[in-house]
């Protein structure tokens, strides 16, 4: 989730410690809002932060690990094999993005190997988790 | 505010003619991160008028020209569709600071939420036939009539769905903070499908949606607003834009939880004398989803670097984005 939690309460406390009432009672009223808003939702991402990582992060190492199976590339294959077989070495939510943005940037990868060379059912698989992480990271505004 | 309000009556005096002119009651109008927007009352001469002050922010949403929302003002008013009167264009810093215009304010009016389930209410019916209506009022008019023709964008019937993409490609390339492996793949699938060429070229909105209008108490619509991002394509752009499935609450068959999607359709095809081809539009609407993900990817990046730390980017950097790589990967998923 971009921008990350830290950022978001940093600037919503630099926001309200500023001088907010500036453009008058009803935009600060709305700017309020929304940052109470902002609040709810980071309430929620804290608690499911590390789990949708660890999942996500999961879910593409065992698609690579498929992919690796199917792929003659001799680039891509290697890469494949051992981002399957990676690990997340902690639940600081920092480190589960790092490992996160590497595994999604071979997802990239991957996925323009399989469009320009690959089978179908291994692009259809690729969709099938791509789907699966969309809905795993969608933003639930209501209780 | 108080020296705002001072600068901006002593602008008006001068920009109007009119040394007895005197503002009040300036604030801050909520929502919209891309133009700070202010309400407030001007007296002259006996008379009180509601106006508007749309002021560029510290740094931008999107980067538009200036002018361009303005202009689009003059034009489609001085057609006689639903826009409010334009008063004054300032590209000037000096005088509040940074450019800025000014419009007549359409009072006693609402907008209709997004967040909202039912938006319009008993006006859901009336309000979606003259939405439709007025699009495609727009998209019938031909650009070089209108003082429009030599807008921002493509003029090729055969490049421009291919100008749109390679337009926000960019965005996402400058602004992306985190790979977006759904997005990119989106951008992969609209070059490789490419749409057939557009009917003519329009001045499209470029925001046409829920959100952005105003109507009044008996379901009229009085204004459409917010054509920061107007330019010329193809006219299915804004179809596909305002019947993306954000707009509804993710309801697919009610678009702008407005009409039922056929009916829209037929109302705007009616309007507009054109077609609504339904693989050009599934093109155009899988193209606004990416579009509306490269928008909030770019208000993500403005809020984490602290150029605009407005809530309502962070607030697009979580819900909205999620919500368009939902549709994107829904939408994609099934043709792949």
Sequence with gaps: MNPEIPTILALSMQRLAGNIGEGGAAFAQGQVGLIGMMMTLSAKEYERGADIRVAENNELRALFGELAGTVSDATLKPKLTAAAASKDASLRISLLNENNYVLRRLLTEAMIHVEDHGQRTDLQRIWTVLKSLAERRLVQLGP | ?336
């Excluded at chain 2, 009119?18 to 007296?43: K, M, N, Q, W």
């Excluded at chain 2, 001085?78 to 800025?100: C, I, N, Q, S, Y």
């Excluded at chain 2, 010329?232 to 596909?240: A, F, N, S, T, V």
């Excluded at chain 2, 309007?271 to 050009?280: E, F, I, Y």
């Design chain 2, 1 to 336: 505010m108080n020296e705002l309000s001072q600068r901006l009556q002593k602008y008006l005096r001068g920009k109007l003619a009119a040394p007895d002119l005197t503002v009040s009651g300036l604030a801050r109008i909520p929502g919209g991160a891309s133009r700070e927007t202010y309400r407030f009352r001007a007296h002259s001469g006996g008379r009180e008028r509601g106006l508007i002050l749309r002021r560029d922010p510290p740094a931008s949403l999107i980067e538009t020209e200036r002018s361009t929302e303005y202009r689009a003002y003059e034009a489609f008013h001085g057609l006689g569709l639903p826009v409010p009167a334009p008063v004054a264009l300032e590209l000037d810093p000096a005088p509040l600071d940074r450019p800025f215009f000014i419009m007549e304010e359409i009072e006693n009016c609402q907008a209709g939420s997004i967040m909202s389930p039912d938006p319009f209410g008993s006006y859901r019916e009336t309000v979606g036939r003259q939405f439709f209506t007025v699009m495609g009022q727009i998209a019938s008019a031909d650009p070089r009539d209108v003082g429009l023709g030599d807008f921002e964008g493509e003029t090729d019937i055969h490049d421009v769905a291919a100008h749109e993409v390679a337009r926000w490609e960019k965005v996402v390339d400058e602004d992306e903070r985190e790979p977006q492996p759904i997005v990119r793949a989106a951008i992969r699938w609209l070059k490789r499908n490419l749409p057939s060429p557009a009917q003519k070229i329009s001045v499209v909105h470029g925001d046409y949606r829920t959100g952005n209008f105003l109507y009044d108490d008996a379901g009229t619509i009085r204004a459409i607003l917010d054509w920061e991002m107007a330019h010329l394509g193809d006219p299915l752009e804004d179809l596909g834009w305002a019947i993306d499935p954000l707009w509804s609450g993710g309801n697919m068959e009610m678009p702008g939880g407005m009409l039922p999607r056929a009916e829209a359709l037929r109302l705007w095809e009616k309007a507009s004398g054109l077609k609504a081809d339904p693989k050009a539009l599934s093109w155009w609407e899988i193209f606004a989803s990416l579009k509306g993900a490269a928008i909030w990817i770019s208000a993500a990046r403005e809020y984490a670097e602290g150029r605009n730390t407005d809530p309502i980017n962070a607030f697009s950097g979580w819900y909205t984005l999620a919500f368009h790589n939902h549709i994107l990967a829904q939408r994609l998923g099934a043709v792949a």
